[in-house]
C-alpha cells in the first residue's frame, strides 16, 4: 500500500481537502483508505449503547457490526499508543492510504497551511513534507506550492511523488 499524509494546524483545511481527494482518486479506479490521528481522547461508542456499556465493562476490543459496516473498539488501558505502521497494517489492502495528522512521520506529506492562521510552518527541517498547499501564494518558499483550490493539481501531484518518494533508511 502507498500512503500519503496531510499535515497541518487544526483549522487549516485537513480534512476538507482529504474529503475533496478520496472521490477524485475513486474516480481514476484507485481504491482508498484513510487514517486519521486524534490527538485527545475520542469515543465512537456514546453512553447508553450496548457498546459503551460493554467497553466500560473492561473490554479490551468491542466489535460493532451490521449488514454495512463494522467497527472495532480497542482500547489501549494504559498500553503504548500503536505506531502508525502497526495500525496500517491491520487495514485491508487498498492502493491508496490517505493520512491525516501523524505530522512528525517520516511519510511523504503535504502541509496544509493557512496565514491567516497565525501559526509557524511545520515543514522546515522535515524532509518528508513534499510541498505546502494554501489558500493564497507563500513568499520565500523552498517547497513547491499548491492552491488549496486545485484539488486535481494537488491528486496528480500525490501520485507523481508516490512514484519517486523514497522511504528515510
Same mark, same amino acid.
Given at each position: 500500500?502507498?500512503?500519503?499524509?496531510?499535515?497541518?494546524?487544526?483549522?487549516?483545511?485537513?480534512?476538507?481537502?482529504?474529503?475533496?481527494?478520496?472521490?477524485?482518486?475513486?474516480?481514476?479506479?484507485?481504491?482508498?483508505?484513510?487514517?486519521?490521528?486524534?490527538?485527545?481522547?475520542?469515543?465512537?461508542?456514546?453512553?447508553?449503547?450496548?457498546?459503551?456499556?460493554?467497553?466500560?465493562?473492561?473490554?479490551?476490543?468491542?466489535?460493532?457490526?451490521?449488514?454495512?459496516?463494522?467497527?472495532?473498539?480497542?482500547?489501549?488501558?494504559?498500553?503504548?499508543?500503536?505506531?502508525?505502521?502497526?495500525?496500517?497494517?491491520? $487495514?485491508?489492502?487498498?492502493? @491508496?492510504?490517505? /493520512? %491525516? !495528522?501523524?505530522?512528525?512521520?517520516?511519510?511523504?506529506?503535504? +502541509?496544509?497551511? *493557512?496565514?491567516?492562521?497565525?501559526?509557524?510552518?511545520?515543514?522546515?527541517?522535515?524532509?518528508?513534507?513534499?510541498?505546502?498547499?494554501?489558500?493564497?501564494?507563500?513568499?520565500?518558499?523552498? $517547497?513547491?506550492?499548491?492552491? @488549496?483550490?486545485? /484539488? %486535481? !493539481?494537488?491528486?496528480?501531484?500525490?501520485?507523481?511523488?508516490? +512514484?519517486?518518494? *523514497?522511504?528515510?533508511?
Amino acid at each position: 500500500m502507498k500512503i500519503f499524509g496531510l499535515a497541518g494546524w487544526s483549522g487549516s483545511g485537513k480534512t476538507t481537502l482529504l474529503a475533496a481527494l478520496i472521490p477524485y482518486f475513486l474516480s481514476r479506479g484507485l481504491s482508498v483508505s484513510t487514517m486519521k490521528h486524534a490527538h485527545h481522547g475520542f469515543a465512537i461508542d456514546q453512553p447508553g449503547k450496548d457498546s459503551f456499556v460493554h467497553r466500560q465493562a473492561g473490554a479490551q476490543e468491542v466489535m460493532v457490526a451490521s449488514a454495512r459496516r463494522f467497527a472495532l473498539i480497542h482500547e489501549l488501558r494504559g498500553a503504548p499508543e500503536p505506531s502508525l505502521e502497526e495500525l496500517l497494517a491491520r $487495514l485491508s489492502p487498498v492502493d @491508496l492510504v490517505l /493520512v %491525516e !495528522g501523524w505530522k512528525d512521520h517520516p511519510h511523504p506529506k503535504i +502541509e496544509i497551511y *493557512r496565514p491567516s492562521l497565525g501559526k509557524p510552518f511545520l515543514h522546515q527541517g522535515d524532509p518528508s513534507v513534499l510541498a505546502l498547499a494554501s489558500d493564497e501564494p507563500v513568499s520565500g518558499l523552498l $517547497l513547491p506550492w499548491l492552491s @488549496l483550490a486545485d /484539488v %486535481e !493539481g494537488i491528486a496528480r501531484f500525490i501520485i507523481d511523488s508516490l +512514484e519517486v518518494w *523514497r522511504w528515510p533508511s
